[in-house]
């Protein structure tokens, strides 16, 4: 048998230190899972209605689990997702039906929503408790330290943040086959140095984090609520939030947030129910309403409640009350292109990413999978993002109805630089898919057939770009929220998710949006406890 010959032998003995590391017991070291009984669930929204918390956390998502259960250390929150619970659903739970949830979808009750953005690109999103923690590939990296700077978080409570997530629900992967392949393949490809297991966002090939346990369960950010306090939290399920309901205080100087309305998330009445933020008498600081429902969601919530540019409302009838231009602005999604290393659709055991190349100066982000295309077919993408995207786009209301998709272009490669850096991408990509390393796997001679045309490149990212489901924006610290997430102009109104983003941190947002929501969850309890 021929060895696998590497481009650069320098590195030879890393590439040897790797290939021990996988056959390290590495059961040892998961986390120690979250003790404790998960807090009331109830999808009777009638529990709730006319009742009132000190906070509001609206979306049970990556951020807005850890963020409820920190809040509810000291204070009472209604935490309301529109989906249902995670638990008991193999599709979500089990890493061997990864990808399952995302083929087949409906259009209120499905785990995973559809949709496809003004741009023609498909794409979707979590609608179930750990939104997307509960359907993503699992795959766990931090932001990297320039992202941490430029954002000005406090990086002592950013790293205690971190710690608590990961000491929850994180663990060291074991390398299946085909990841190690990947691996491989990213090194073969000059994607250097090898970094071993890495929580960090480093150039170089390394192995992540995942919230697959050792036993191939999903730890989604659910399970983060069992860190709650059980007294102050109720959960609330299949109850899509319509919209924010503000005080007639009669000063139009200050518009002060009273509380939500909701509806059924199954549409079996058009009934609508409320619940407030708790008014405490003698007291500077009252809670807040969280808006933690996403790229898609949280701005949707916003506009859907009369908080935008004036010009928007017009044709839904919505009544104008904060004149805030940046509402919906500034959505990204990071282009990528995926090319499939295998010629035809074979039964093979789903799997996620579990290894990443990170290359020109963090730019491009390569990774690799096995994912279902049915329920006995699967396909071996190798796929790549522009991690730092010029090109823009816009969210708009499509509908009142707080359960359909808002309408959404992201501009995909329209600025010049992005195209650019695409076709640069690719070449690397395809360094990667052709390497002896992944044609040796697969049994087929190596090919060196890539392409050489800049042009050809350029057209080749046109005609086949694709989302990597890392969208963002919408509601941008600077001209939505400010650097407490508090919405300008609006008392009692905040947004903690990947809205808030300019850029997508890490590999992927997952490790950093529930970072996130720890992290401002304490930062709360710490300005309540000086006031």
Same mark, same amino acid.
């Given at each position: 048998?021929?060895?696998?010959?590497?481009?650069?032998?320098?590195?030879?003995? &890393?590439?040897?230190?790797?290939?021990?590391?996988?056959?390290?017991?590495?059961?040892?070291?998961?986390?120690?899972?979250?003790?404790?009984?998960?807090?009331?669930?109830?999808?009777?929204?009638?529990?709730?209605?006319?009742?009132?918390?000190?906070?509001?956390?609206?979306?049970?998502?990556?951020?807005?689990?850890?963020?409820?259960?920190?809040?509810?250390?000291?204070?009472?929150?209604?935490?309301?997702?529109?989906?249902?619970?995670?638990?008991?659903?193999?599709?979500?739970?089990?890493?061997?039906?990864?990808?399952?949830?995302?083929?087949?979808?409906?259009?209120?009750?499905?785990?995973?929503?559809?949709?496809?953005?003004?741009?023609?690109?498909?794409?979707?999103?979590?609608?179930?408790?750990?939104?997307?923690?509960?359907?993503?590939?699992?795959?766990?990296?931090?932001?990297?330290?320039?992202?941490?700077?430029?954002?000005?978080?406090?990086?002592?409570?950013?790293?205690?943040?971190?710690?608590?997530?990961?000491?929850?629900?994180?663990?060291?992967?074991?390398?299946?086959?085909?990841?190690?392949?990947?691996?491989?393949?990213?090194?073969?490809?000059?994607?250097?140095?090898?970094?071993?297991?890495?929580?960090?966002?480093?150039?170089?090939?390394?192995?992540?984090?995942?919230?697959?346990?050792?036993?191939?369960? &999903?730890?989604?950010?659910?399970?983060?609520?069992?860190?709650?306090?059980?007294?102050?939290?109720?959960?609330?399920?299949?109850?899509?939030?319509?919209?924010?309901?503000?005080?007639?205080?009669?000063?139009?100087?200050?518009?002060?947030?009273?509380?939500?309305?909701?509806?059924?998330?199954?549409?079996?009445?058009?009934?609508?129910?409320?619940?407030?933020?708790?008014?405490?008498?003698?007291?500077?600081?009252?809670?807040?309403?969280?808006?933690?429902?996403?790229?898609?969601?949280?701005?949707?919530?916003?506009?859907?409640?009369?908080?935008?540019? &004036?010009?928007?409302?017009?044709?839904?009838?919505?009544?104008?009350?904060?004149?805030?231009?940046?509402?919906?602005?500034?959505?990204?999604?990071?282009?990528?292109?995926?090319?499939?290393?295998?010629?035809?659709?074979?039964?093979?055991?789903?799997?996620?990413?579990?290894?990443?190349?990170?290359?020109?100066?963090?730019?491009?982000?390569?990774?690799?999978?096995?994912?279902?295309?049915?329920?006995?077919?699967?396909?071996?993408?190798?796929?790549?993002?522009?991690?730092?995207?010029?090109?823009?786009?816009?969210?708009?209301?499509?509908?009142?109805?707080?359960?359909?998709?808002?309408?959404?272009?992201?501009?995909?490669?329209?600025?010049?630089?992005?195209?650019?850096?695409?076709?640069?991408?690719?070449?690397?990509?395809?360094?990667?898919?052709?390497?002896?390393?992944?044609?040796?796997?697969?049994?087929?001679?190596?090919?060196?057939?890539?392409?050489?045309?800049?042009?050809?490149?350029?057209?080749?990212?046109?005609?086949?770009?694709?989302?990597?489901?890392?969208?963002?924006?919408?509601?941008?610290?600077?001209?939505?929220?400010?650097?407490?997430?508090?919405?300008?102009?609006?008392?009692?109104?905040?947004?903690?998710?990947?809205?808030?983003?300019?850029?997508?941190?890490?590999?992927?947002?997952?490790?950093?949006?529930?970072?996130?929501?720890?992290?401002?969850?304490?930062?709360?309890?710490?300005? &309540?406890?000086?006031?």
């Amino acid at each position: 048998m021929e060895a696998i010959k590497f481009q650069n032998t320098v590195h030879h003995d &890393r590439i040897l230190i790797a290939f021990i590391f996988l056959f390290v017991d590495l059961s040892l070291c998961s986390p120690s899972q979250t003790q404790g009984e998960l807090p009331y669930m109830t999808s009777d929204v009638k529990e709730v209605a006319g009742k009132s918390f000190d906070y509001i956390v609206v979306g049970g998502g990556t951020a807005g689990c850890p963020l409820a259960a920190t809040l509810s250390e000291k204070f009472s929150v209604l935490l309301i997702e529109r989906g249902g619970s995670p638990y008991g659903n193999p599709w979500v739970m089990e890493k061997r039906y990864y990808g399952f949830s995302l083929i087949q979808t409906d259009e209120f009750s499905s785990v995973a929503q559809d949709f496809k953005s003004a741009d023609g690109v498909g794409n979707c999103r979590g609608r179930v408790l750990g939104g997307s923690s509960a359907i993503n590939g699992g795959f766990y990296s931090r932001a990297s330290e320039d992202f941490i700077d430029k954002v000005g978080w406090d990086k002592e409570l950013v790293k205690d943040a971190y710690t608590w997530v990961e000491s929850k629900i994180v663990s060291i992967p074991e390398l299946t086959p085909w990841q190690t392949v990947v691996e491989f393949g990213l090194l073969e490809a000059g994607i250097l140095p090898y970094n071993g297991y890495s929580l960090e966002h480093i150039e170089g090939t390394k192995i992540g984090g995942s919230i697959f346990d050792v036993w191939g369960i &999903r730890h989604t950010s659910a399970d983060l609520l069992k860190a709650a306090n059980p007294k102050n939290i109720v959960v609330v399920l299949n109850a899509t939030v319509k919209n924010i309901i503000f005080e007639g205080n009669g000063n139009a100087s200050e518009t002060t947030v009273k509380g939500i309305r909701f509806i059924k998330s199954d549409g079996t009445t058009d009934q609508i129910y409320e619940a407030y933020l708790n008014q405490p008498k003698n007291c500077t600081s009252n809670g807040d309403v969280i808006l933690s429902a996403g790229a898609l969601g949280s701005p949707q919530i916003l506009l859907s409640s009369g908080i935008g540019h &004036r010009e928007h409302f017009k044709k839904f009838s919505i009544p104008h009350v904060l004149n805030l231009k940046g509402v919906g602005k500034k959505m990204k999604d990071n282009p990528s292109i995926a090319v499939l290393v295998d010629t035809n659709p074979q039964n093979r055991l789903p799997d996620p990413p579990q290894v990443s190349g990170i290359a020109k100066d963090l730019k491009f982000i390569i990774e690799g999978g096995i994912i279902p295309t049915g329920f006995n077919a699967t396909r071996m993408p190798i796929a790549a993002k522009i991690a730092f995207p010029v090109s823009e786009g816009e969210l708009k209301l499509s509908s009142t109805d707080p359960r359909q998709n808002p309408s959404v272009k992201f501009n995909y490669l329209a600025d010049e630089n992005d195209l650019d850096d695409c076709a640069n991408m690719v070449h690397l990509l395809e360094r990667v898919a052709k390497s002896e390393s992944i044609a040796f796997y697969l049994g087929v001679k190596p090919q060196n057939n890539l392409m050489t045309s800049t042009d050809g490149q350029r057209k080749f990212c046109k005609a086949n770009v694709r989302t990597y489901y890392h969208y963002h924006g919408g509601c941008t610290v600077g001209s939505v929220v400010d650097n407490d997430y508090k919405v300008y102009g609006v008392k009692g109104l905040r947004v903690v998710d990947g809205s808030t983003f300019l850029e997508s941190p890490g590999t992927n947002p997952m490790a950093t949006l529930l970072m996130l929501g720890r992290y401002q969850g304490v930062k709360i309890l710490r300005e &309540r406890e000086h006031v």
